[in-house]
Nanobody, 124 residues
Framework: QVQLVESGGGLVQAGGSLRLSCAAS????????MGWFRQAPGKEREFVAA????????YYADSLKGRSAIYRDNAKNTVYLQINSLKPEDTAVYYC?????????????????WGQGTQVTVSS
């Protein structure tokens, strides 16, 4: 059974940084693309970033371009999301997920497995 476990969330002041981690287990992840989404209270889940298996191609939401980085360590089956210059509007629960083969990385419905999420709260 696939398990995704996120960590690294917390309370941080605006302008600060966080690195979120997502450890995957339960199956081979060779060739699997992964992504991060977030959901704020009262809002829909939204795309944050995604990365191809090779790590050579990454995708970002416009709101995080230039201040975030997604990368992975395939030997550890772990994906990371570094977010810098955090803003109060970044406050949300952040989820990592596995993209269905050939799926659109920007669309939540294209992801088969999800973690339980990690809370990120940015104070002003």
């Amino acid at each position: 059974q696939v398990q995704l476990v996120e960590s690294g969330g917390g309370l941080v002041q605006a302008g600060g940084s966080l690195r979120l981690s997502c450890a995957a287990s339960g199956r081979t992840f060779k060739g699997v693309d992964m992504g991060w989404f977030r959901q704020a209270p009262g809002k829909e889940r939204e795309f944050v970033a995604a990365i191809r298996w090779s790590g050579s191609t990454t995708y970002y939401a416009d709101s995080l371009k230039g201040r975030s980085a997604i990368y992975r360590d395939n030997a550890k089956n772990t994906v990371y999301l570094q977010i810098n210059s955090l803003k109060p509007e970044d406050t949300a629960v952040y989820y990592c997920a596995l993209v269905r083969t050939g799926g659109n990385v920007y669309t939540a419905a294209e992801y088969d497995y999800w973690g339980q999420g990690t809370q990120v709260t940015v104070s002003s």
